[in-house]
Nanobody, 127 residues
């Protein structure tokens, strides 16, 4: 079983920055990649970024491209999401999860069936 623990959320003003962390534990050897997702009440959870395990390639949804950066520290089993230029519409609960590595390399964020959702971390962008 794979577990995901997100942290780093908070309240920030528009234009500000936050760095989210995702610690991955458990049986991780078969993971193809890790993705970041977000959800606001009343809307479906959306994938916003992913990083492939095999070659470190990354993908970003248009809504965050150029503002967010995904990275990983294999030694710490941690994936980060650096968020700059935050906007009120970025307000959401952010989650990380396993994704299909090949899909990520092809520009599709598709959650795999490895592990369940973590508790998420709340990001609120407001003045």
């Amino acid at each position: 079983q794979v577990q995901f623990v997100e942290s780093g959320g908070g309240l920030v003003q528009p234009g500000g920055s936050l760095r989210l962390s995702c610690v991955v534990s458990g049986f991780t050897s078969n993971l193809g990649g890790i993705g970041w997702f977000r959800q606001v009440p009343g809307k479906e959870r959306e994938g916003i970024s992913c990083i492939s395990r095999s070659d470190g390639s990354t993908y970003y949804a248009d809504a965050v491209k150029g503002r967010f950066t995904i990275s990983r520290d294999n030694g710490k089993n941690t994936v980060y999401l650096q968020m700059n230029g935050l906007k009120p519409e970025d307000t959401a609960v952010y989650y990380c999860a396993a994704v299909v590595g090949l899909a990520c390399r092809l520009g599709v964020i598709r959650r795999s069936d490895s592990g369940s959702w973590g508790q998420g971390t709340q990001v609120t962008v407001s003045s």
